[in-house]
């Protein structure tokens, strides 16, 4: 059996394959890379819970003191990159990106462009 393409040429061209790459774009500039380092706190950042950005509670507390458990340290040591993972896992969890964290970013030194990729990422996956 035989069959015949048909090619539509008043068809509206096919939509472009990343619609977050004019997000990206700022001023002409293009869009602001991410160092490896950053990259990794993001991926890291994915899957953990909005848990891990308050202290300990009193049973964790009550736990490490009577079994001597260690607890996974929470924060990152470098404060520019725990405003990063802060602001990806509130933006993973409430799906947009709150002012505070946005202004977090802004102290950290991040750009507006990568403030906006952050937004983008965290809430597409």
């Given at each position: 059996m ?12 096919p ?6 790459a ?25 899957t ?26 929470r ?51």
């Amino acid at each position: 059996m035989a069959v015949r393409a048909a090619v539509r040429y008043d068809a509206p061209p096919p939509a472009a394959p990343d619609a977050s790459a004019e997000i990206l774009q700022w001023r002409g500039v293009g869009p602001l890379a991410f160092t490896p380092l950053e990259e990794q706190v993001i991926e890291l950042a994915q899957t953990d819970g909005p848990a891990s950005l308050e202290a300990p509670g009193l049973v964790e507390r009550l736990l490490k003191t009577i079994f001597g458990l260690r607890s996974a340290t929470r924060a990152l040591a470098d404060p520019r990159l725990e405003a990063l993972r802060c602001a990806v896992v509130v933006t993973r969890h409430r799906h947009h990106l709150p002012d505070a964290q946005a202004a977090a970013l802004r102290e950290a030194g991040y750009a507006p462009t990568q403030i906006r990729m952050i937004e983008a990422r965290a809430v597409a996956g």
